[in-house]
């Protein structure tokens, strides 16, 4: 616990000075909610640039630190109204801090993430534990974007295992999330704001990527989101109210570009250049459409410095990644016939983006669970009906920005969809999920309906309360409605995900992969704590960490080793694995290898055949252990 929460307020700390000094030096004396994103995407850099300096995280630890100290000198002074921002913020962190590690409450510890629901943490494990030995390994190898594992490598140098420096990471990023929306949420009441502010920052199915540990989808999806609010203040003069040049206008985008880029290599790129695109686009041809084509003209060279400037910071910082996001182009996720489903049982519903799931697995099908399949549609019926009133309501106020990234974004699904494959489309979902919440939340939570008659004629209509007034009465009532519905069925449904987070073991170590080139295709029989089996999820993280063989998995209580007469081996096993203060299990084993915290043993003479353990595959992500 104190290794997760220590890496947390690290990361969180960290992240806003170096997010907030940019706003500073660009001219903001304010605080903006969006500097925690704005710093972590520095800090994916920076952590990413220096990780493999001799001595491997030491350097990166100097290279954050020093310019976090050297930011806090430079804001003093340069940051009005901290206090008021600290009395709406800290109640939302607070939230989002106790949302996020309601996994780890309710497990009762705090481990690795996802274990039985997605083994995609252990790889990430293991590419971190080789950038802190400052070595090689797969991912390092294939272009792999490693910002992340860079941070945690760097944050594990003070004490934290990977693991929980992972978690905090992971709690971080929610809390980040969280705290971006209240840059729209900021005149809305405080029991509202906080609400709507966790429910954006944790829709459900971020809720439900947070708990199998996918860190990159839900850090991703923080990019977005923050791209887009930026946008939209942006365009409303508040980005950076009074920029110390025009260039400085819009450079807190860049540092979420490049962010983007150290966390999801080129595709991370492409939600947020899209959305940037499509709003100028729309921006200049409404412009075009009031005034005439030379004022559109005059708009976009005003903003060309800006624009610039943006395209040279985010060109500058990661020219360094550009030859492995050339090698990352040939990663398996891209191949159609590679990775298929992953982790899924089929593909997922892009519904599922609007919140409304009633389900602890977002991989179910409606009606696979314990709510009929009626409740699953209308579900999705009330969340169509809430983003449909969103948009009209943010299309009414003139508001374009956060409209067109939600709609990049479902082009972006799409092409996923018809192109790539399900596992893709599912990440495209992640990564609408927060703007597809926004949109409605913000409009249900706001004073202003989105049809109104005009103030002089709703006054007169107040005043004769004759059918106008009835109608918009109604209105009023039915929006208060959806309101309260959806919103209540959106927040119990990322409730019942994060509730529902499995937590592996608590520490993790990469001996049980470096014995895999050993087993073979013979069967080995894997000996665990009762404890890790049952309380920790055990059985999965075992079996996949010895992928690619024949495993199977029991209980250390059920062999006795200190009876005089040892059992032989199960018929067929040629290899057993125990912890290494065990004793040898059975007779006829021969000690074969150590390997960290395990042995491992091979029996002689050899037996025939492969045996009676299932082989473990690739395939069988979905649950390593079946079987």
């Known amino acids: 616990m104190l290794g997760t929460y220590a890496s947390f307020l690290l990361i969180l700390g960290l992240s806003g000075l170096a997010g907030q ?7 903001r004396r304010s605080w903006s909610c969006l500097s925690p994103a704005v710093g972590l995407g520095l800090l994916f850099a920076v952590a990413w640039g220096t990780v493999r300096i001799p001595p491997a995280g030491i350097i990166s630890l100097l290279a954050l630190g020093v310019p976090s100290v050297a930011s ?3 804001l003093r002074g340069r940051l009005d109204g901290l206090s008021g921002a600290l009395r709406i913020g800290v109640p939302v962190a607070l939230g989002a801090l106790v949302l996020a590690s309601l996994p780890f409450i309710i497990e009762g510890r705090f481990g690795i993430l996802g274990t039985g629901l997605n083994p995609d943490m252990s790889p990430h494990l293991l590419a971190t534990d080789k950038l802190v030995e400052d070595e090689s390994g797969r991912l390092l190898d294939q272009g792999y974007p490693l910002g992340p594992h860079s941070l945690v490598a760097a944050i594990s140098r003070l004490g934290p295992s990977t693991v929980h420096a992972f978690d905090g990471l992971i709690i971080a990023v929610a809390t980040m999330a969280c705290l971006a929306s209240l840059a729209l949420l900021w005149r809305v009441g405080e029991p509202q704001r906080i609400f709507g502010a966790l429910l954006i920052g944790l829709p459900y199915l971020v809720a439900s990527y947070l708990i199998q540990g996918a860190f990159k989808e839900t850090t991703e999806a923080l990019f977005v989101l923050a791209f887009a609010i930026g946008l939209h203040q942006l365009a409303r003069g508040k980005l950076v109210p009074t920029p110390v040049h025009p260039i400085a206008g819009a450079l807190p985008l860049a540092a979420l570009a490049i962010g983007a880029v150290y966390c999801y290599s080129f595709p991370g790129l492409l939600w947020l250049a899209g959305s940037a695109g499509l709003w100028a686009l729309v921006e200049l041809a409404l412009e075009a459409r009031r005034d005439s084509l030379g004022s559109a003209v005059a708009a976009a060279r005003r903003a060309a410095p800006a624009a610039g400037g943006v395209l040279i910071a985010l060109a500058v910082v990661a020219a360094p ?47 696979d669970g314990v709510v009929p399949a009626a409740g699953f549609y209308l579900g999705e019926l009330l969340g169509v009906t809430a983003l449909a009133y969103g948009l009209a309501w943010w299309v009414r106020r003139g508001e374009r920005a956060i409209p067109t990234a939600l709609a990049v974004a479902a082009a972006l699904f799409a092409y996923a ?21 926004l949109i409605p939340a913000r409009a249900l939570l706001s004073t202003d ?27 009023s009532r039915l ?22 987070g499995p937590v592996g073991p608590t520490a993790y170590s990469p001996a049980l992969t470096e014995l895999r080139p050993l087993l073979g295709r013979d069967s080995t029989l894997v000996l665990a704590s ?11 993280y075992l079996v996949w960490e010895l992928r690619g063989g024949r495993v199977c998995v029991a209980s250390e209580a059920d062999v006795r080793p200190g009876s005089r007469r040892r059992p032989l ?17 059975f007779a006829g084993l021969r000690r074969e290898r150590r390997a960290g915290h395990y042995l491992l043993w091979k029996r002689h003479p050899a037996p025939r055949g492969e045996g009676p353990c299932p082989l473990i595959s690739v395939g069988q992500r979905p649950n390593p252990a079946a079987g």
């Open 569 to 585: 081996p199960p018929t067929g096993i040629a290899h057993v694995i125990t912890g290494a203060q065990r004793a040898v299990p």
């Open 417 to 437: 969809h018809f192109a790539g494959t399900s596992y893709q489309a599912a990440k495209a979902i992640v990564m609408a999920a927060p703007l597809a919440m």
């Open 321 to 367: 990644e550009l030859g492995r996001m050339v090698d990352f182009a040939s990663f398996e996720t891209f191949n159609p016939s590679g990775p298929g489903l992953g982790n899924l049982f089929n593909a997922i519903s892009p519904l599922e983006a609007l919140g409304i799931w009633p389900s602890g697995d977002f991989r179910l099908d409606p009606g």
């Open 72 to 74: 806090l000198a430079y």
């Open 21 to 27: 000094a940019v706003f500073a030096a660009c001219g």
């Open 449 to 475: 309906a989105v049809v109104a008659p005009g103030r002089r004629r709703g006054a007169v209509a107040r005043r004769r309360g004759g059918a106008t007034g009835a109608l918009f009465g109604n209105r």
């Open 479 to 500: 929006r208060y409605a959806v309101a309260v519905c959806f919103l209540g069925a959106a927040g119990g449904c990322s409730l019942l995900a994060l509730v529902n």
């Open 530 to 540: 009762e404890r890790m089996l049952a309380e920790q999820h055990g059985r999965d």
